[in-house]
């Protein structure tokens, strides 16, 4: 179960940070901005430990470049979007083993409403909380496609939202979207850098501001297993 930490709104924070000076002990980035520091294990700390660059050209991305839609990489008999759908939603019902009919998601991470999912008139997406259109424009382009479909189909990187907000973030990373419930974007933050940290995908000096200044508000947010 995920749990919500509630975080400062991004801009209120970041205008507390420049004007007061609080937020606990700073540290110098890659830019020379300072930045808070978390505790050893924190996804505050694991921030740091992820390169930062500039964000490379699209040129070349396709959906494709990351597998052909939605495959079985655990091999249990089921597509990942089924098996997302049954860890996320509630009261689900099944076709047969894979194919979800129906269910809901209580708590939507991204809106904080409660969403009914029926198939074939779903308002609810399966998102890459970390955009594959993000991820070929920071390290992913030089990936093998076995890697990239590996990526495009981790569950650690796949949560059941809104499907209307999910089209709202398109592919922005932390520095040009985040979650309008504001409770969730602690675990949202975190979850994004277990995922850079996992395959190597780099940040810009902007995302990782962004980043800093939302875990600077919950600085004991663990990375997630995975």
Known sequence: MRM??????????????????????????????????????????AVDALPVKGRAPKTGYTRDQFGKGWTDTDHNGCETREDILKRDLKDVKLKDKCD?????????????????????????????????????????QQWDKQ??????????????????????????????????????????VADQV????????WLTDAEKSAMKTVLDGCRDQKLPAG
């Open 100 to 140: 979800v009919t129906s269910g809901t998601l209580v708590h939507d991470p991204y809106t904080g409403e409660s969403i009914t999912f029926k198939r074939g008139a779903s308002k609810i997406d399966i998102d890459h909380v970390v955009a594959l259109s993000d991820a070929w424009q920071k390290g992913a």
């Open 4 to 45: 919500y930490r509630i975080a400062l709104p991004v801009t209120a924070l970041a205008a507390s940070l420049v004007l007061t000076g609080c937020g606990g002990d700073v540290g110098t980035g890659k830019s020379g901005a300072p930045g808070p520091k978390g505790a050893a294990g924190s996804a505050l700390a």
């Open 147 to 188: 890697k990239r479909a590996a990526f495009a189909n981790d569950p650690l990187n796949l949560i059941a939202v809104d499907a209307s907000a999910n089209r709202r973030k398109s592919d922005g990373d932390a520095a040009t979207w985040l979650p309008p419930y504001k409770a969730y974007r602690c675990t949202y």
């Open 194 to 201: 277990a995922v850079k940290k996992k395959y190597g995908v």
